[in-house]
């Protein structure tokens, strides 16, 4: 379970991002409104927006951003929202 400091970390990020104590991210990493899950390590510059990242077998590979996914062990999973033309 989470720490407290976690949710206080939340509450008070001006970023909106809900961050592990444990979670490892690149010092040039760019995130917002973003979840990370407990020992998920970041380890290169990467841009994330409206994302989670479940727990440490969750691999965040390198590429220059990922938006509107959730990444689940070696899954990622889209979550745009489809519009279907009338």
């Given at each position: 379970?989470?720490?407290?400091?976690?949710?206080?970390?939340?509450?008070?990020?001006?970023?909106?991002?809900?961050?592990?104590?444990?979670?490892?991210?690149?010092?040039?990493?760019?995130?917002?409104?973003?979840?990370?899950?407990s020992g998920?390590?970041?380890?290169?510059?990467v841009r994330?927006?409206?994302?989670?990242?479940?727990?440490?077998?969750?691999?965040?590979?390198?590429?220059?951003?990922?938006?509107?996914?959730?990444?689940?062990?070696?899954?990622i999973v889209?979550?745009?929202?489809?519009?279907?033309?009338?």
């Amino acid at each position: 379970m989470y720490s407290e400091s976690i949710w206080y970390y939340a509450k008070d990020n001006p970023d909106g991002n809900l961050v592990a104590d444990d979670a490892e991210i690149h010092p040039d990493a760019r995130l917002t409104n973003t979840v990370i899950g407990s020992g998920v390590r970041i380890s290169h510059p990467v841009r994330m927006h409206n994302c989670v990242v479940f727990a440490k077998y969750s691999p965040v590979a390198p590429r220059d951003s990922y938006e509107n996914v959730i990444i689940a062990g070696n899954k990622i999973v889209s979550c745009q929202e489809q519009t279907q033309s009338a």
